[in-house]
């Protein structure tokens, strides 16, 4: 309430056309925008025969970039709750783990928290602990918990709760232990198409929650690509396809961002080594300065 939350702190130095837009684009299905990436298969490939000991999947690669991606531009990990832009706590990926592959097999929704220092190999162990507590039928995580206990009660009780919990997330007033449990409160969440053979999509942003960045990994195909003779040879690539917010970051700084994770992806090995220092959201920074002075004075 009143601009604080559990899992954000409100960024105040904004410039008047970035604070207005929250509030002409009110939803987040109202301010999406489209892009895609064919992101080239050869070197991660590559990466990956040069390993010894580890087995990296195009999965953990995106991931890690996107971590590292988030640390060194930390203005794409704000959300837009009721008119506000909020800056995350931390860096946190949500994504879907099928219990097993099968048709009617059950999905269990993840999400892991990161500080952004993290070296491609911690990540890659977050994320297969995480897909191995969760790809059988008879595991249960607190999000499942959740969501059972709520359908346990009649249709017209779960619209009540479900409302409710809506309007408190809008004003702030949503718990933090019910924020941890939900996956819709992240920094991104991604979808692996790929990994049952699927093409990429376009996924709609959540109106609920705070997800600002959604990725869709589809499966890798060959195509005709230009080398660097200027010659047409085969090429493995594999659509990524991405809808963001428009509202809490301009075009010039997603680009960017995006250029930055695909260097990542085409040299996963700058991502081996934990990253020394976080780059602060200036406009937070700038901020608290403010702020601290105001005490001060």
Not at 159 to 185: C, E, N, R, W, Y
Not at 209 to 223: L, N, P, R
Not at 268 to 282: C, F, G, I, R, Y
Request: hydrophobic share 40%; proline share 6%.
């Amino acid at each position: 309430m009143f601009g604080l939350r559990a899992d954000g702190k409100k960024v105040k130095d904004l410039d008047p056309i970035q604070r207005i837009i929250p509030h002409i684009m009110s939803a987040r299905h109202d301010s999406q925008n489209l892009t895609s990436y064919d992101c080239p298969c050869e070197p991660m490939d590559d990466f990956n025969e040069a390993q010894e000991d580890a087995d990296y999947t195009y999965m953990h690669l995106l991931i890690a970039a996107m971590v590292r991606t988030f640390a060194k531009f930390p203005r794409l990990n704000r959300f837009v709750m009721n008119g506000r832009i909020f800056m995350h706590n931390q860096i946190q990926v949500s994504f879907v783990v099928k219990k097993n592959l099968s048709p009617d097999a059950p999905d269990a929704l993840v999400k892991l928290s990161f500080t952004g220092l993290e070296a491609l190999p911690e990540i890659q162990q977050k994320i297969d602990d995480a897909i191995e507590a969760n790809n059988n039928i008879a595991a249960n995580n607190g999000t499942d918990k959740i969501a059972r206990l709520l359908t346990m009660t009649p249709n017209f009780l779960i619209k009540l709760l479900v409302g409710t919990i809506k309007l408190l997330d809008k004003h702030g007033m949503l718990p933090g232990a019910i924020i941890k449990l939900s996956p819709f409160h992240t920094s991104l969440f991604v979808t692996n198409l790929k990994s049952i053979k699927g093409p990429s999509i376009y996924h709609h942003l959540y109106d609920f929650g705070t997800t600002g960045i959604f990725m869709s990994m589809g499966k890798e195909s060959t195509v005709p690509v230009f080398n660097r003779k200027g010659e047409i040879e085969p090429g493995k690539r594999m659509p990524i396809w991405i809808t963001t917010d428009e509202r809490f970051c301009d075009g010039f700084y997603f680009v960017s961002a995006m250029k930055y994770m695909e260097r990542l992806l085409k040299n996963p090995k700058l991502m081996m080594e934990p990253l020394e220092a976080l780059t602060e959201d200036v406009a937070v920074l700038h901020g608290r300065k403010i702020r601290e002075m105001a005490k001060t004075a």
